[in-house]
Nanobody, 117 residues
Framework: QVQLVESGGDLVQPGGSLTLSCATS????????MSWYRQTPGKKRELIAA????????IYVDSVKGRFTISRDNDKRSLYLHMNNLNSEDTAMYYC??????????WGQGTQVTVSS
């Protein structure tokens, strides 16, 4: 079965940086577009970043564009999210995802990012 394990979340001060990781297994990572989502209590999980199977095409929502960078390492079957200049609005549970409708119900436990002074 598909397994997605997020890690790297932490408590960080405003303006700080974090790098999140997602270790994957149970599916052919190579050839799959990937993405990062985030969710706060009472809110719908939202897509914030995505990249193609080759890692050459990247998409970001306006709220994180210029601050976050999504990347992948196919040899390690891993997805990463590099986050810079964090602010309170970035506080959320972060999830990686296989960006295909067929995998709509495949989620890990997420990793918590809290931005506070």
């Amino acid at each position: 079965q598909v397994q997605l394990v997020e890690s790297g979340g932490d408590l960080v001060q405003p303006g700080g940086s974090l790098t999140l990781s997602c270790a994957t297994s149970g599916f052919p990572f190579i050839g799959k577009p990937m993405s990062w989502y985030r969710q706060t209590p009472g809110k719908k999980r939202e897509l914030i970043a995505a990249l193609s199977a080759t890692g050459t095409n990247l998409i970001y929502v306006d709220s994180v564009k210029g601050r976050f960078t999504i990347s992948r390492d196919n040899d390690k079957r891993s997805l990463y999210l590099h986050m810079n200049n964090l602010n309170s609005e970035d506080t959320a549970m972060y999830y990686c995802h296989i960006d295909l409708i067929a995998f709509w119900n495949s989620w890990g436990q997420g990793t918590q990012v809290t931005v506070s002074s």
